[in-house]
Nanobody, 125 residues
Framework: QVKLMESGGGSVQVGGSLPLSCAAS????????WGWFRQAPGKKREGVAI???????YYGDAVKGRFTISRDNAENTLHLLMNSLKPEDTAMYYC???????????????????WGQGTQVTVSS
């Protein structure tokens, strides 16, 4: 059974940093595309950062230059380092994965079949 489990959320002050991790299990092979989405109350789920199996990176405009995504295929672990955090980064962050290489725009939630339960990130001033 495929499972994605996020860890590392919490509260941080404006300008601070916070790392997130996602552990994958049950996949026959490392996900084709793997990444992070977030959803704030009353807002649509948005793509934060995606990394393809070949290492190609995709970042949402709101986090470019501040967040860094990486993956360890051998350990089946995904990481997101969030720097220079802002109050508008406050949201539930979800790990997502797909085993399909035939995707259109990777930052769309509909691209991803497998989802974690989410971890809350709160940035306060």
């Amino acid at each position: 059974q495929v499972k994605l489990m996020e860890s590392g959320g919490g509260s941080v002050q404006v300008g601070g940093s916070l790392p997130l991790s996602c552990a994958a299990s049950g996949f026959a092979d490392s996900p084709a595309y793997w990444g992070w989405f977030r959803q704030a109350p009353g807002k649509k789920r948005e793509g934060v950062a995606i990394i393809a199996k070949n290492g190609t990176l995709y970042y949402g405009d709101a986090v470019k230059g501040r967040f860094t995504i990486s993956r360890d295929n051998a350990e089946n672990t995904l990481h997101l380092l969030m720097n220079s955090l802002k109050p508008e980064d406050t949201a539930m962050y979800y790990c997502a994965a797909t085993t399909s290489f035939n995707v259109g725009y990777p930052l769309r939630p509909a691209t991803f079949r497998f989802w974690g339960q989410g971890t809350q990130v709160t940035v306060s001033s």
